[in-house]
């Protein structure tokens, strides 16, 4: 019940957030959660009208991210590829530099802190109740560190 209320209130979070980079001017346009991906499509489409698109490559630092981000795309009608031969954390995909700079990469950035926060949030629980709930961190000793 208590995990529900959680993944609910993320979710809640992670709409404002993409409500926020579709930069809704009305309290009407902010409470219509479907029209922020439009507004966003919007954008996009302004963006290429003044500038080409150029693929980019995008080194993600875990699969969560990189599963993240690649949602974050496809929403954006944006298809992710990468090359053979290429970490399966990099995502290569063709849009312009400035809907990188200005919406995609600081509303993943955004998204991708709320996505971690709550997965460390739920990995502390799970270890907590399955396994022993003593702090996650080691002690911390004054001392020299041991020969190697």
């Not at 009608?77 to 400035?98: E, G, L, W």
């Not at 961190?137 to 560190?145: I, K, N, P, S, V």
Request: with cysteine.
């Amino acid at each position: 019940m208590a995990q529900d209320i959680d993944e609910q209130r993320l979710i809640e979070r992670l709409a404002k957030v993409e409500t926020l980079f579709a930069r809704a001017t009305a309290d009407g346009e902010r409470a219509a959660a479907g029209s922020a991906r439009e507004r966003l499509l919007q954008r996009l489409v302004q963006f290429e009208c003044q500038e080409p698109v150029v693929e980019h490559q995008f080194r993600l630092p875990d699969d969560w991210s990189r599963a993240l981000f690649m949602a974050l795309l496809r929403r954006y009608d944006i298809k992710p590829y990468r090359y053979q031969r290429q970490r399966r954390t990099t995502v290569m995909a063709r849009v312009t530099a400035s809907f990188v700079t200005e919406v995609l990469w600081p509303e993943f950035d955004q998204l991708n802190d709320l996505l971690r926060e709550h997965l460390k949030a739920v990995t502390e629980r799970v270890i907590s109740q399955a396994i022993h709930s003593a702090g996650a961190e080691a002690e911390l000793r004054a001392g020299q560190l041991p020969a190697s």
